[in-house]
């Protein structure tokens, strides 16, 4: 049973937040163009985002929203991220940007649903004011897909855990005050799998801590990107999220939250890869008009503009459905891969009709279309994901 809160009226029918969303999308599409469209180029050259903007965003009540206030946050649901998501999107956000400044929004989920007050004193609140940033560390050199298979042990030893492993790809690494870890506490030779996984909280400057290896990466630049070593790494007991052995269900129930957010950095790219591209058709002439004047160009453009709009109905429905209680763990799965279909599909089709100017370091399409590269594997690969759906849509044998 999902210990999530429900909203009250549900998220389809929660008319009065209408307007509270449609400001919320104004301010934050109003905080990129001031603060984030200007140095991005800047960012992605340094493969990384400076903390002021953390603290920036906080100020602007943005990196708080979706929770409670009893946490430090802004309150509010999902359909109010995707709101705040679409509007910075709209304005020429990254989705590795995003991916950077709301890195709280993978790391946090766990602590503010299953954690002591004590860990949301000293790792949601002050991350929510931008004051510290933290990451979820899942992912292992042996593999990502298979969490039930991580392999970082922590064994208890009087009032702590001693962990050993690596974890890799971790998602603001380089920068992190604190990672969100997933470890092995069940015993690994004879309880394997879903049931041994807990979640500890581990802090910059553990003595056997180490951020290994800085990654470059194909997209996502201004996302730094690490891998992470444990090497005896002492963590105080009070560091645990929830009950020992419960980190599998926390870390599944937030998959569905975090698929969804990549679902809507896919359509969120997309779309501004079509409004680019349209504005460059209009301007740019061949063969002695402009390019929008070719029926081929015309329908292209109607063809990214129809796959945008099935993606966003399909992702704003799976959300709201979820925000009213619903199970939507498989519809999370196919919307995350109509929105990845969707951004592979637009983002190529917005540097082509840029000609070779889409294929230029600094032009925006060609960031979009490096940066929709990883969406069909992060949070899930898409078949990966479509398995589980299978199983869950009573399609396997
Ligand atoms: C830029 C970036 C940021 C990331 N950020 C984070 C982060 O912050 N925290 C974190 O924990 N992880 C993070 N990840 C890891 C990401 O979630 C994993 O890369 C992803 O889950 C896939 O795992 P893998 O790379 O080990 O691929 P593998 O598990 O080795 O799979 C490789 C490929 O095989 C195919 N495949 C796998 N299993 C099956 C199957 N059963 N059936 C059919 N095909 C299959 C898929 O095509 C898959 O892409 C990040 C990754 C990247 C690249």
């Not at 960012?43 to 430090?72: C, I, K, M, T, Y």
């Not at 180490?210 to 090497?231: I, N, P, Q, Y």
Request: charged share 20%; with cysteine; proline share 3%.
């Amino acid at each position: 049973m999902s210990s999530r809160p429900v909203a009250a009226g549900g998220g389809r029918t929660d008319l009065d937040r209408l307007d509270q969303r449609r400001a919320l999308r104004a301010t934050a599409a109003e905080f990129v163009r001031r603060e984030v469209a200007p140095h991005l180029q800047e960012w992605e050259d340094a493969r990384s985002v400076p903390r002021e903007l953390h603290a920036a965003a906080a100020r602007q009540g943005l990196l708080g929203v979706s929770f409670s206030e009893d946490v430090g946050g802004e309150g509010g649901d999902l359909l109010d991220s995707i709101a705040l998501q679409e509007g910075m999107f709209e304005a020429g956000a990254s989705s590795g940007l995003m991916a950077a400044l709301f890195t709280g929004g993978i790391a946090l989920p766990h602590l503010s649903a299953n954690g002591s007050a004590e860990l949301v004193d000293r790792f949601v609140r002050p991350t929510l004011a931008g004051e510290k940033i933290g990451s979820l560390a899942v992912t292992e050199p042996g593999g990502g897909s298979d969490v039930a298979r991580i392999r970082t042990t922590a064994v208890r030893d009087g009032d702590g855990y001693v962990v050993n492993g690596a974890k890799t790809f971790i998602t603001s690494g380089v920068r992190a005050d604190f990672v969100t870890t997933a470890v092995r506490t069940g015993p690994h030779d004879t309880a394997p799998g879903h049931s041994g996984i807990s979640l500890l909280v581990i802090e910059k400057g553990a003595p056997g801590f180490r951020v290994d290896r800085v990654l470059t990466k194909m997209g996502w630049h201004c996302s730094d990107t690490a891998e992470l070593s444990f090497v005896d790494v002492r963590v105080p007991v009070a560091n645990l999220v929830g009950a020992e052995n419960s980190g599998f269900s926390q870390i599944a129930e937030q998959f569905v939250v975090e698929r969804i957010g990549l679902a809507v950095h896919a359509y969120g790219i997309a779309a501004r890869s079509l409004a680019l591209t349209a504005a460059y058709c209009r301007e740019r002439e061949t063969f002695g008009k402009p390019l929008i004047a070719n029926q081929v160009v015309r329908h292209k453009l109607v063809e990214m503009h129809r796959q945008v709009w099935v993606a966003r109905c399909y992702v704003r429905d799976t959300a709201a459905r979820y925000v009213a209680g619903e199970e939507v763990t498989a519809e999370a799965c196919l919307a995350k891969q109509t929105a990845v279909d969707c951004a592979t599909y637009v983002c190529d089709q917005a540097v082509q009709l840029h000609g070779g100017t889409g294929y230029m370091h600094g032009t925006e399409v060609e960031r979009h279309y490096r940066d929709a590269r990883i969406l069909p594997i992060g949070g899930g690969a898409t078949e990966v994901l479509t398995d589980l759906a299978a199983r869950l849509l009573g399609y396997a044998s």
